[in-house]
């Protein structure tokens, strides 16, 4: 599609020093392009370009925000790297001042539904899996020859079943159960099983020396966990055979309950969709983002949930973000997260500067400021209304911002746990994400990529970048794919091929 | 067996002033053991039975060794468990002073051998496969998806090879890979790949974005990245059929080498087993423990190589195994360990104190003093040649600590990394281990487990507890069993069953 389209640089910002070079094969030297600038020398696709002279020390403005100072003089047409621009102290978090925004009279967004799992609970899945629980990783061997056979042996009788999945993790022994942190991985474990997409069925498989107690990982006040909690070093089981016959046993009553959901209608208020960018380049925040973004506003206009994550990625725009909090007490909380995890990053003798990744550089990002601005874009433009502390579930419908590493998996498996049924992510270099657990629509911030792999890419946003689609459509487009693929009525790639990553748990705490 | 043994109580050293329990359903009050002692409660199998009086503040000793202080008074024949004493504080570093020992002229072994690949490098492998690192967690579903198609697709052809694996973690990206501790999972990564059952094939799928790049996993000195390297994002790829075809094509060139090798005689110092224990029990200590410790001292008779490991195991042990130290480097380099941990648990805000787990503590271990002194004992009599940090590889025959976290699938890896070739895992409790990459011979220490597991266990060294076979018996059943598993002749239950667990890496720095 770009052979029409020549020598296009975006600004996004009318305050912006900088446009962004969006030709799929760069830019030449030579080749005009905005306001009658000529560039001075190759850009690729994705990079920077100065639009005006950036003497030293002087800002570089991208978004209508600082992502830097140059450290040396540049003029007009010039390549802007990441070796010409300072990284800026990050927003001083006790220096922001908070003010309640107005409360804006959001059109409601009636009449969306979707054919969703209905819960005891009032949760919505948009699938119907058995999800197994393991409190320690000894038992992963066992789960991976368990669920096999379940999908072989079992599944074939419950046809409403979709499938069978185990959480398998590291965690549960040989680690610091009483330090501080351990909680984090614990309560994700715990609420990971009470994710919509399973149904309430709760199934833990444990081994009983381990210093994880199944216990811990029932949903508070529940009893039930004769039919739900099972030791490989019970006495009762001599031998393999045993142990597998007594875990099939337990998952066949589980699945005889689950073989009884069925997809009813749900109102759009009923989603819960987690927004995750990774493998970002500099159209992230020109096309894909903004488009999840828009989606994210509709979703909440129309009653439902939106996570956006990433504290690393965030960091550095948390200035722009606490004005949104929908009260003092989540401007407080979001601070508490970031401040937690500047704490967390010293103590490991890291900063900020690890992210963004030699990936995301070669896409144009030069820094970690340059792509927070772009990353918090997708959570469109609503108030947050609460914050959800790594491995908890969230409390209250609207946009949350879920405090988790960037690491893309740690991100997903966090968001699963705060209760996501629905997933977005979007991707500039191309990764080939994948959860068992939730759908997940991939969606490319450039038509390069969204060619390339094109069955590994749900929604190309990169035809927003030459102006052949506006972000309002295919931010729109996402908003219907996304009730489509919620009601199972479309498929995304990654079930389609059956790529699907594993979970894995933050675990901020020590091994033993 | 146990009907024709009464009241058995082992005491593990003359200056003990406690015994342990044997019968495997405890002893019941009023019974009459050692020393004419009658018991005045209930105490169950693998616990502590007073065998004098101990009053408040006296040192409780078993293995001849300081185990902790009574915080009560204790008679002769009361139950000594973990809420009757108090942890001592760990050894000193900086008070351990070294003497060089005196170097014992150790009766060499030879004539023992057995069929193993043997290497380029002279390394010698007990398995024939093709091992596929990763650079980074985001291609792990595609591994998980190439690693099936290979093994129905592509090994059918190549009758020498044994199976395929891919070596997935949850590293390589969103993670700070500046971070001092950043050399630890890269390394490992990096060094498994060349562990002596993958033939020396090395082969790296990575995504392309990833902040660890696939050459640095490479071996050092290595110029064949072109059939060793592949990125999914390699313009190359249009789709995912073509990423497949490209990563099947790679493999099967590394497929071809290794199905032309053959396993020959090797002498059993090509033999490097590692030794670990989980699940422990007061029995791990007697039985189980020093069987494997007799076949470790075999092991290094005839020139072979022996691991033992899990730091926070020997911490409190350390006294005993500096003077085992060959050379003052090497004192240095066990204490240098041991602080390093010191201070990685205080970072977490954790100590020692964090293991035992629940299990060892019904298993009859008090605290990790005793599990300590249990534990080192599986590393023989030998002189400690070698200390490896985590993930490094191995320079020395003869006996090495490998230091690594006690974290069972933790230290397995760390283990592989460092070339094992051969693993024993010794459990009281019972834990179904198992790696894929290696054969593990697990050991009961006990035979209420041994009988039960029948299927899970490989070698039962419980009737040592009894006197119906001896710690050498059951050490050169040990030995010879660890030759014919690594010729072939013999499965470990393991392999037979088709349980294995996921490799875990161990990652000290922070997630960004």
Chains 1, 2 share one sequence.
């Not at 030709?23 to 370009?49: C, T, W, Y």
């Not at 489509?484 to 748990?505: C, E, Q, Y």
Request: charged share 25%.
């Amino acid at each position: 599609m770009e052979q029409n389209v020549k020598n296009t640089v975006i600004k996004t910002n009318p305050g912006d020093n900088v446009g962004i070079v969006c030709n799929a094969s760069g830019l030449q030297k030579g080749a005009a392009v905005l306001d009658g600038i000529i560039l001075r020398e190759f850009i690729p696709m994705g990079h920077k370009v100065a639009l005006e002279n950036i003497s030293e020390g002087k800002e570089v403005i991208r978004y209508g925000e600082i992502i830097g100072t140059a450290n040396q003089e540049i003029k007009p047409g010039e390549w802007v790297n990441e070796f010409k621009i300072n990284l800026p102290v990050p927003p001083d978090l006790e220096q922001i001042n908070y003010t309640q925004p107005k409360s804006e009279n959001f059109e409601k967004l009636e009449d969306y539904t979707f054919q969703g799992y209905r819960n005891p609970d009032g949760s919505v899945g948009t699938k119907n899996m058995l999800g197994i629980s393991i409190s320690v990783q000894c038992v992963a061997g066992i789960t991976n020859y368990i669920v096999e056979k379940i999908r072989k042996e079992l599944l074939p009788k419950y046809p409403n079943v979709d499938d069978a999945v185990a959480f398998n993790h590291s965690y549960g022994c040989g680690i610091a159960i009483n330090a501080p942190a351990a909680i984090i991985p614990i309560r994700t474990i715990k609420n990971l099983a009470q994710n919509p997409n399973f149904g309430g069925e709760i199934m833990v498989i444990g081994l009983g020396c381990e210093k994880l107690r199944p216990e811990r990982l029932m949903p508070d006040g529940s009893t039930e966990s004769e039919n739900s909690i099972l030791y490989l070093q019970d006495e009762a089981f001599t031998g393999f055979e045993e142990m597998i016959d007594g875990i099939l046993e337990m998952a066949d009553k589980h699945l005889q309950k689950l073989n009884e959901r069925e997809r009813e209608t749900c109102p759009a208020s009923d989603l819960v969709v987690g927004m995750q960018c990774g493998g970002s380049d500099a159209f992230s925040g020109i096309t894909g983002n903004p488009a999840a973004g828009f989606a994210a506003d509709l979703i909440v206009k129309a009653g439902g949930t939106v996570f956006f994550s990433e504290v690393t990625e965030v960091r550095d725009a948390v200035h722009l973000l606490i004005p949104r909090a929908e009260t003092k007490e989540v401007a407080e909380a979001l601070k508490r997260e970031m401040k937690w995890y500047d704490d967390y990053l010293l103590n490991g003798q890291a900063d900020r500067s690890a992210n963004p990744s030699p990936g995301n550089k070669r896409g144009g990002l030069s820094n970690v400021v340059e792509k927070a601005l772009g990353s918090m874009v997708k959570s469109g433009s609503s108030a947050i209304v609460d914050v959800i502390a790594p491995g908890e579930k969230i409390r209250k419908k609207g946009l949350n911002f879920v405090a988790t590493p960037a690491s893309d998996f740690v991100c997903g498996t966090l968001q699963l746990a705060a209760g996501m049924n629905m997933h977005v992510f979007i991707t500039g270099r191309g990764t080939p994400y994948g959860l068992r657990e939730v759908p997940v629509i991939k969606v490319s911030s450039n038509s390069k990529l969204g060619d390339r792999w094109h069955d590994l890419i749900d929604l190309d946003a990169g035809p927003i970048a030459f102006g052949q689609k506006t972000i309002s459509e295919v931010g729109n487009e996402l908003f219907h794919l996304i009730l489509d693929v919620a009601s199972g009525t479309k498929k995304v790639a990654a079930d389609k091929l059956g790529i699907h990553n594993d979970l894995v748990l933050f675990n901020p705490g020590p091994l033993t």
